[in-house]
């Protein structure tokens, strides 16, 4: 056994809910006794996609000691669950850069004469996406008349797509919110987006929040953001979001200031209070 990436479950925050073990195609986690365990250590890829299904921040990537990965016996699995799990696997694969694994997966696939997933990429490959590209812009020139003004300034928004790199970014106040939030409560852009730049995510729905993690921790120590504010729902699959961040933190070299806001889901401020790492 070698030393490499494989996630780690905390029992004791565990609740047994069975959202990672559904949202791992791979197979490598199961309910057993009430608690999520890892059955199998060769089929975990250590990516950490299943970090997002979990509302209680119970999983958690380490480095250690560990049976190294066969992407084999996981396509095997994942295969019996449909073309569109395969698709979704070879995508998670590409988007970490595991082109060994990607190769093995293509070149298995091709031997059982199965359809390969169509790759839209290459057909995307020199145009770039419109909504990736940054910019900043002043709100106030966005105001209409009879309308509240939006209060952004940065574009894009979302995590997947944002930059740490982006100049707003630099020695900036940070928000990190939970999508719904801004739907929530209703003087979002006023008590909150003014004045900061903004990352937004769900950390229930959304995949590969390893990435998010990554870019997270980039953002504090290239950009040296002053200030982090963090506000999630009320409803427990949103705690993920401030796991993250605090997991971010814990890897960084800086600590600039945390505040967590809760919104309630009818749209009121449930709780508001820094919060030390």
């Not at 998670?92 to 031997?111: I, M, P, R, T």
Request: glycine share 8%; aromatic share 6%; proline share 5%.
């Amino acid at each position: 056994m070698a030393k490499r990436k494989i996630i780690r479950i905390i029992q004791e925050r565990c609740d047994g809910c069975g959202l990672c073990a559904r949202g791992c195609p791979e197979g490598a986690l199961q309910i057993i006794d009430g608690k999520a365990r890892l059955i199998s250590e060769n089929l975990c890829d250590g990516l950490g996609a299943c970090i997002g299904d979990c509302p209680r921040g119970a999983i958690i990537t380490e480095e250690r000691e560990a049976e190294p990965y066969d992407e084999i016996k996981t396509l095997k699995n994942i295969i019996k669950q449909g073309p569109n799990t395969v698709k979704a696997h070879l995508k998670h694969l590409k988007d970490h850069g595991q082109e060994k694994y990607y190769k093995q997966a293509v070149k298995y696939l091709k031997e059982k004469k199965m359809d390969l997933p169509e790759d839209k990429k290459k057909s995307e490959q020199g145009c770039g996406c419109p909504g990736a590209a940054a910019f900043s812009f002043k709100s106030e020139e966005r105001a209409s008349a009879g309308y509240s003004p939006s209060c952004l300034s940065q574009w894009p928004v979302q995590g997947h797509l944002i930059s740490p790199q982006a100049p707003y970014f630099k020695k900036a106040d940070l928000l990190i919110a939970a999508d719904c939030c801004a739907f929530s409560y209703g003087n979002f852009h006023q008590d909150f987006i003014r004045g900061k730049a903004v990352f937004i995510g769900c950390p229930k729905l959304d995949r590969e929040l390893d990435i998010y993690m990554d870019k997270i921790s980039a953002i504090i120590n290239e950009a040296e953001v002053k200030s982090i504010e963090v506000v999630t729902m009320e409803v427990p699959c949103c705690s993920g979001l401030l796991f993250l961040v605090k997991e971010a933190l814990s890897r960084s070299k800086r600590r600039p200031p945390l505040k967590h806001t809760v919104i309630g889901i009818r749209g009121e401020i449930k709780s508001s209070c820094a919060i030390k790492i």
